[in-house]
Nanobody, 120 residues
């Protein structure tokens, strides 16, 4: 099957930066859209940013101008560069991938998440 593994989370002061990575591995034929979601305690999971295989991107209004999503198709990896972080960005960040599997099926896969904490 397919596994997604995120990394790069941590504790950072307000105004600081972090770069998240998510690597997909396994029986991958092709990956369509890759997204970053986040979930803060007591809140619903929300879409942060998404990117197609062709490089088209979309962002939540709350992160526009501060976060940048990118991907390396050859490495099946998606990144999230987060700048000017705010306490309200504190959450567990998950990646999601729309995967065409080598057996001909298509499904979405989730990573286990990486914690981002913005605090002084």
């Amino acid at each position: 099957q397919v596994q997604l593994v995120e990394s790069g989370g941590g504790l950072v002061q307000p105004g600081g930066s972090l770069r998240l990575s998510c690597v997909a591995s396994g029986s991958i034929f092709r990956i369509n859209v890759m997204d970053w979601y986040r979930q803060a305690p007591g809140k619903q999971r929300e879409l942060v940013a998404g990117i197609t295989s062709g490089g088209s991107t979309n962002y939540a209004d709350s992160v526009k101008g501060r976060f940048t999503i990118s991907r390396d198709n050859a490495k099946n990896t998606v990144y999230l560069q987060m700048n000017s972080l705010k306490p309200e960005d504190t959450a567990v960040y998950h990646c999601n991938a729309d995967v065409f599997v080598v057996d001909g099926t298509r499904r979405h896969y989730w990573g286990q998440g990486t914690q981002v904490t913005v605090s002084s």
